[in-house]
């Protein structure tokens, strides 16, 4: 098979997300959207960087997306690019997230956004938050791994 039909097509990756907090687990959530954000995703309009997940009344909702509307759909309707939407997940998932929440201290984020058999669908991560030292160290192992390929391909040489 090709390379690249293994992977998945995004529409937005939250980078920040795994420079700010270490991922433990991750969890695949459809999302309910509106016609508007629909259009406005496959154009490539959105942006997770701030958002995360807040468990309310045994739901899931994503809070802190903003998908901006196009100019061409949104004429007849006043669309909220900031609202907060509803994630689909299955109940045994949604008590597991909200044992961790509250039990253990962890936060679900926004990983990324992507299609998956014409429907779009969110990475939820499972999420610890990082200390500043543990920053460092993950910069500098990540350096070092860079610097140890350098060296093997001097080695073959």
Not at 74 to 82: L, Y
Not at 91 to 108: A, C, D, W
Request: net charge positive; charged share 30%.
């Amino acid at each position: 098979m090709n390379k690249k039909a293994n992977q998945r097509p995004n529409i937005v990756v939250n980078k920040k997300a795994r420079h700010d907090f270490t991922i433990e687990e991750t969890i695949e959530a459809g999302l309910v959207l509106k016609g508007w954000e629909v259009k406005s995703l496959r154009a490539g309009r959105a942006q997770v960087t701030d958002s995360y997940v807040l468990m309310k009344d045994n739901e899931a909702w994503m809070i802190g997306s903003l998908i901006t509307p196009l100019a061409t759909v949104s004429t007849h309707i006043q669309p909220q690019p900031d609202r907060t939407r509803k994630l689909l997940l299955k109940r045994k998932e949604i008590s597991k997230l909200i044992g961790y929440i509250q039990r253990k201290g962890y936060t679900v984020v926004i990983l990324a956004l992507y299609f998956k058999n014409q429907r779009i669908k969110a990475e939820l991560g499972l999420a610890k938050g990082k200390q500043l030292h543990d920053k460092r160290a993950s910069i500098k192992e990540r350096e070092w791994k860079i610097t140890q390929q350098r060296l093997q391909g001097l080695k073959r040489i």
